[in-house]
């Protein structure tokens, strides 16, 4: 099916989009790949949408309503995805490196093992999702809200973190080297246990917050 069809079924409704994912087999050989890239969707309601898979790389997402959706294994890599609403949506393994979520709403969103490479995530809105093994090298995290998020085993190596709300979160077995916490509060974090960080920064940790290593 070509990326010009899918984009009418989705300008139709989501309830006509999810009815038309239904009527088509999701598993190899017959896997419908949805292609949406490079498409202008800024501000379009997706919530609820069921986008298994789709490539959405370097689509202009600005303000766009993936509240709920089913984003799972989807490519949004180069996206602009500023603004836009990810509450409680699925992105377990999705590819969004290099996007920019500029003020994004990703709370209680399930980004499970998702690629954030070089992502701009700058004031956006992570309090309580799941980054458990999410790769966020190089991300800009300046100023984000990641209270109560789970980072086990994420690699947040040379991410900037300054200024951002670390209440809470779990970094057990993150890996932080070469990251950037200036202004960020890291006495708030939940746990340390396991982590990987650099040496200046673990010996303060240690003296300061030897709890959060137990």
């Known amino acids: 099916m070509t990326s010009h069809t899918h984009l009418e079924i989705l300008k139709s409704g989501v309830e ?8 088509v087999k999701i598993s190899a050989p017959d896997f419908e790949r949805v292609i949406l890239s490079v498409a202008d969707l800024h501000e379009a309601d997706f919530s609820g949408a069921n986008l298994l898979s789709a490539d959405l790389s370097c689509a202009y997402l600005r ?14 890599w180069g996206a602009d995805l500023s603004n836009a609403n990810f509450m409680e949506a699925s992105l377990w393994k999705a590819d969004l490196s ?8 990703l709370w209680g969103a399930s980004l499970w093992e998702a690629n954030l490479t070089g992502a701009n995530l700058q004031c956006s809105n992570i309090a309580g999702a799941s980054l458990r093994e999410a790769n966020l090298t190089d991300a800009d995290l300046r100023g984000a809200n990641l209270e109560g998020a789970n ?8 991410a900037d973190l300054r200024g951002a709300n670390l ?7 993150a890996n ?7 202004k960020a509060d890291l006495g708030t974090v939940r746990s340390f246990c396991k982590t990987e960080i650099d040496s200046g920064i673990l010996h303060q940790i240690r003296l300061q917050w030897p709890a959060k290593f137990a």
Do not use: M, P, Q, Y
Request: with cysteine.
């Open 98 to 105: 290099r996007a920019d979520l500029f003020d994004a709403c």
């Open 151 to 158: 980072l086990v085993d994420a690699n947040l190596r040379n």
């Open 176 to 182: 932080l080297r070469d990251a950037h916490f200036r």
């Open 63 to 76: 303000k766009a309503n993936f509240a709920g959706a089913n984003l799972e294994g989807s490519i949004l």
């Open 167 to 173: 209440k809470d979160a779990d970094l057990t077995g």
């Open 16 to 23: 006509n989009w999810n009815d038309h994912r239904k009527r």
